[in-house]
């Protein structure tokens, strides 16, 4: 296996680890106002990823420099030809961090939903652009024989892209409905259970035309594997979150975002870019790449600060491993 192989499956952990923890973060955001009641659960929810969700878009980070060093090709192309679906993306994030910090600096009823108001819309856009995203590059883009995006924007706008943002946006949601369950005591707890059943549903059917659409598409057997190792998981965490195991149910919501990940990324390989122009201009793992020297000392690099990445944040889940509830949130901010 030549190290761009490599370096494809690296990306592939990195975008699939984003969108698993990510994915909960968005969950709970658009939580806030489907979920919660009242401003003191709305805090609640957001106390249950406060202590988490500036690590898990770590991942983010890596994953995009990552392709950065290993696939110059493939990010100059990408980021330009998408480059206001992205952007988009990248303020919603900053405007969501800062609602996060500023939410609490001032007392005052309009101040506070303003800033919720954003956590809500700055967590459902990315989540449906990602899916919209992804699908893109999947699919298929104009990409011309100078490896540039030659495609407008309305051309990302296509029925196969729009149906895996849906999916996107339906999954996190779920897997953050399962986190909310997981994390919080009382009444918001059994109603976070309910949400979900609701939401895993809406996802079933979403998921199962997408991945179905994927897999008629440029489908093989180990991407046939992985659709249905998704699908029984999303049906598996439907039971337990009906059982009340919210361990489980979490655990298994995971696999699904991680067997769908991997999915998308089989049926690309081996091209990170394919052209809807002409198969010949595709940018695939040996055309995009970096030379074989970078990609050996992104190695190194790789395999020294990946462990510790993983041991600093498995270390934060374990201390804010416990639920909260609306007794644990003082009358006064």
Known sequence: MELHDIWFILIAVLWTGYFFLEGFDFGIGVLTKLL???RRERRVLINTIGPVWDGNEVWLLS????TFAAFPEWYATLFSGFYLPLLLILVCLIVRGVAFEYRVKRDEERWQRNWEHAIFWC???????????????????????HKEYVGSV????????LLGGLVTLSLFTFHGAVFA???TLGDIRERARRTATVLGLITAVLAVGFLGWTQLDKGDTSSLVAMIIAVLALVAGLVMNRLGREGWSFAFSGVT??????????????NVMPSSLNESWSLTVSNASSSAYTLKIMTWCAGIATPVVMLYQGWTYWVFRKRIGTQHIADAH
């Open 181 to 183: 369950s997981l994390k």
């Open 63 to 66: 994953a995009g420099g990552a």
């Open 123 to 145: 967590s459902l856009l990315p989540a449906f652009l990602w899916g919209v995203a992804f699908g893109n590059i999947v699919h298929g883009v104009q990409i011309d024989a």
């Open 154 to 161: 309305l051309d990302l706008l296509n029925p196969y892209a």
């Open 257 to 270: 975002i991680v067997a769908a990940v991997a999915m998308l990324f089989l049926t690309l390989f081996p």
């Open 36 to 38: 919660a009641r009242d």
